[in-house]
């Protein structure tokens, strides 16, 4: 399994984001409210991520009072950590989206209210994603290569 490449994560959000903007600039005056629990959760999700990562990391060097970690638990941290970081961009480009369009809305007060809540999500789905990469580093064996072929 090769690392995550920040570059596709990017693209996902970017190619996502115009995707949501051009369909919320069309339909923006007959959809629902954006949730704000969006934010907690994710912010929730990501701590989890990156204190796993932390603790992973220990247990993988082997420092004083950690149990050593199965292989397979390793292996489903890391397709835990890909499909956050993915899912993360995906969700931050939708949030983006709203954010790109509700910004030229800020004069009147439910399109304020969804360029806070929205950029808040925006954020959170950000912070979802570094926890992620965090988390897909951290579950590499200690001495490893960048690049897994032999010279």
């Known amino acids: 399994m090769r690392p995550t490449r920040p570059v596709v994560l990017v693209g996902v959000f970017v190619v ?15 959809m629902w409210l954006v949730p ?46 890909k499909a956050s970081a993915y899912a993360g961009a995906l969700f931050a480009g ?3 989206g709203f954010v790109l369009h509700t910004a030229s809305l800020l004069d009147k007060q439910t399109p304020r209210a969804e360029f806070f ?12 994603v570094v926890a992620a990469l965090f988390l897909e580093h951290c579950c590499r064996v200690p001495g490893d290569s960048e690049d897994p072929r032999p010279d």
């Open 36 to 81: 704000w629990t969006a934010i907690p959760t994710v912010l929730l999700l990501a701590v989890g991520e990156a204190y796993t990562g932390w603790m992973t990391r220990a247990r993988l060097a082997r420092k004083p009072g950690t149990k050593p970690v199965e292989p397979l638990a390793v292996a489903r941290l890391v397709a835990l950590a």
């Open 94 to 96: 939708l949030f983006g």
């Open 16 to 30: 996502v984001a115009l995707l949501s903007w051009l369909f919320v600039r069309q339909t923006y005056s007959g």
């Open 117 to 128: 809540v929205t950029g808040g999500s925006l954020l959170a789905c950000v912070a979802l």
